[in-house]
């Protein structure tokens, strides 16, 4: 496993960190904590082959927050200097005095164990950093090629992120980690245009972001040979395939493209504070509110969705979370049943009766120094069936349904009922078989329906580890990244929309 | 610790001096110092808050000249005079490496800021010294008549510094702020949304806002049960802003050209020129719009469609969208202009005004005039479904009341819809006079929206969603 990165720990971490600290706690502050972040990242597109931007950033900066006669209190700075740090305490602690009067609730954070001065890295071979852009961009360009060279290919676009996140925290009962994690995030696509009707569509690569390195473009977790030559074939049967008929279907739903349904109707409804209406004005609420934990019948007894920070190669895993709890895994639904949320240490402080721990999940994160750490997504991961079906056994139970792969278009309303996804493929299933493919579709459900409707899931061998890059919340807006491992499922009784129709044509 | 920090002016002219000396062609330098504060709340107490300040610079390094000019760009944040240095050396390394860019064009002559040798502009918590204690009072009210609050108020201060070795020293800098807030019944059955940006917070009464939170939240005094289908629907200024900037956002002149867009003729080119609405609409970006004023100049950071690091300090001009209903002027760089056939490059522009020639009244005039239908609050959640057509999908949010005999007469529930905004520009039933308008979805990031309100006969509201 690699190193954190020399230049980093090169940085005066521990200085600044006792610097702010003891300014905060001289200025009367119960509770401090530090952060210094270094964030690189680089984007390279390529638009038909041809490279269209690359640029690599580096986002450095420290933060403090503080617990200053009950009100929290927040800082950030970009200069680290002892001095420079200093100030930014004082910041904080000014920041609290002035949110003080409209404060009703004073700030208590649940225990945690100290950890003193630890690392941890998280598991990836090839830091993308460390290759020369030229090599990224020739394999890249290789890639395209292979997709703009087929035929009915009209138009590729290419566009790798990478994240390599060092991270320093300590805080005033004593603990203090390093932690690097380094995140990747393919998007390949491949484009048809039909020249007499003008209509247009696209095919995308399935592989999902990963907490990996650049070893994942090479080939480590992904077949890169055979989905980009099959890419280009499924294109062309989606331009040649018939329109759906709007009505009721079984569906049974590939992991590639249930996960985002995972994500959106069961990750952002069982985050407490959304419980709390703490995003009220933005994200939004949730309808899996406390009083229904222990007995809000979430979906079919089939359905075990977990939380956790630990899962390998997940996008939201971590060694400790952003105020020093370490990383965890704990059931949200099981047997159906919401038994659980996903916290931070004033949720879990304040909310310590209902939960049944006095302990954090270990859920808070910040994006960058210049924000404040909130509660945000674990892995939330749907549980397969431990002898479970195939996806092909799935598809076999189906008389007249519709098989769907990858996800695209998705959206769901502020308390995570009603939704609505597409997606990159949909095959017919017609008596237990596979029947070519359809298009215009859009799924739409209510999210207890949905679940409820989930007959069975599928075994180990179905399940993948997919998820996101880009997850937005809170005010102001953070992004993180976040992934959802899920076996296939099948859901019976469906409604499946034609998007043409709903267009009006 | 030693690290030396740099002014703006001087991070540029070094940075230059640099990137000259290692052997680049042309170097852009942009520097953005930032300021922010917020205060978040929710539940009638504080939730969050923070003073954050930024310093963020982009060095933009060419090498080689005419169509084999490359370039490398590097970001870096915290600039020190050392961290400069290693800054340039990596950006001009990276153009040696890097390909032909596609979008190689002279950079842009330079003219100087006469105010070029002024400090950043900042802000500060003090903004709120006057707002922090009239929120508190409608928190302490809001708990005391069993209604809750919740909401965010932001501000920051951007100062854009950008140098070029072509001469160009332009400074600019600009102040953004909002206010969002949301008001829920005491048992949480009921929601309503009220927001708005300002310039400097001098102009927004917290009082105002928990008092039109209350006239909202009494409408809901009556609940009714509405079916979807398509409904004669009034869209006041924040919901048509919410469509409008995903509408603006479609406006690539690239993508269309490719066939790939809304905006793509189905024989091939572009639809510039075809009528889109047979009201005279308007759609306009000007960066010295009253009010909505943005930067007057291009930025751009990376090269994406109608962006092109070539083009930073370009000057920006008022741009007609559409005009008199008709598909004007598409997005474009000088690359993609040329590209496409288009006389001059239209940068995309940091704010627009979408109007209707001849209309006035408010929202509650366009209520008035209804006999039978609904009036929203705002849209949320807003995904592309099929691009061909623009079909989006979303959902409305924090309101839908019922209205009967040009009244509002109850609160109905939430919908999800699938409507296109490109079409609903053909539908207009009727509209009323252009505002500043604060979107809900976007406008944490795209605030500087000026829009009327409009009556749709039929809107597409596809399902019912139960949330409250």
Redesign the interface.
Known sequence: MPDIDESFNALPRHALADAALQRAYDLGATFAEFRLERIRSESISLRDSVLESASDGEDLGLAVRVVHEGTWGFAAGVVLTGEAAIQVAEQAVHMAQVARPINAEPIELADEPVYDDVTWVSSYEIDPFSVPRAEKVALLTDYSDRLLKADGVARVSVHVASVHECKFYANSEGTSYTQQRVRIGPDISAIAVDAETGRFDSMASLAPPVGRGWEYLTGTGWDWDEELAQIPGWLAEKMAAPSVEAGVYDLVIDPSNLWLTIHESIGHATELDRALGYEANYAGTSFATTDKLGNLKYGSPVMHVTGDRTAEHGLSTVGYDDEGVAGQQWDLVKDGVLVGYQVDRRMAKVNEELLGTARSNGCAYADSSGHIPIQRMANVSLQPAADGPSTEELISRVENGIYIVGDKSWSIDMQRYNFQFTGQRFYKITNGKLDGQLRDIAYQATTTDFWGSMEAVGGPETYLLHGALNCGKAQPAQSGAVSHGCPSALFRGVRILNTTQEAGR | ?T?I?LTPQDTVERGLALAAAEGATGCVVIVAETS?T??????????????????HVTVIATVGAGEGTATG??????VTEDSLREQVS?AVA?AR???P??DARPLVDGTTSADWDDEPAETS?TI?EKF??A??ET?QRA?SEKR?L???A?HEVVTLYVGSSAGLRIRQALPRGFI???G?SGD?SQ?A?VGAATRDFADIDPLAFDAELTRRLGWATRTVSVDPGRHATVLPPAAVADLTTYLFWQLDGRQAF???SVF?????GTRLGETLSTKPVQLRSDPALPGLETFPFVVA????ASDS?FDNGLTLSATDWIRDGKLETLMTSRHTADLIGAATAAPAIDNYALSVDGATGTTDDLVAGLENGLLLTCL??????????S?L???T??GVYLVENGEVTGAVN?F?F?E?PV?LLSRIGAAGATVPSFSREWG??FSRTATPPLLIPDF?M???????
């Open positions: 610790m690290a920090q922010s917020n205060l978040r709340w929710a539940n009638n107490t504080l939730t969050t808050n923070g003073a954050m300040r930024g310093s760009v590097i970001s870096r944040s915290a990596a990276t490496d890097a390909t860019a596609d918590v709120y922090a204690p929120l508190g928190l708990s809750w919740y909401g965010f932001d969002s807030e949301t829920k949480l929601s949304w490719e066939g790939r793509a003729k189905p024989s091939g950071r990376s090269s994406g690091v949320w959640y807003i995904r592309m479904v099929d691009p061909q057509t079909l999908t979303g959902l949010r924090d939430n999800r699938n296109s079409d944490d990031e597409n596809s399902s019912v969603s139960q949330a409250s």
